[in-house]
């Protein structure tokens, strides 16, 4: 007798049901897991994104810092040079 054969309607049924109901559940287990990486992968872009906009402040502000500088050794080098002149 042949696999299955011993196996009534209701058997094959019921094989089938199980198996559909195991693709059900393997579906939404790949849907589950799909969405977990999706959500992962949208924090890790947000921190990504956070540390570029971090970074371009702290460059920003030694910029900003190294040009206030540059202007206040100029003008210092200019009031030295003002008073060795005044002094000579």
Do not use: H
């Not at 921190?47 to 100029?74: G, H, P, Y």
Request: glycine letters at 8%; charged letters at 15%; one cysteine or more.
């Amino acid at each position: 007798m042949a696999m299955g054969m011993g196996m009534g309607m209701g058997g094959q049924m019921s094989n089938m049901a199980a198996q559909g109901q195991m693709m059900n559940n393997d579906m939404q287990n790949c849907q589950t897991i799909q969405t977990q990486e999706m959500a992962d992968a949208q924090t890790q872009n947000a921190k990504r994104n956070q540390i570029l906009m971090d970074t371009q402040t702290k460059i920003f502000e030694i910029q900003q810092d190294s040009s206030v500088n540059k202007a206040k050794v100029a003008a210092k080098g200019a009031d030295n040079w003002v008073q060795y002149i005044r002094n000579a």
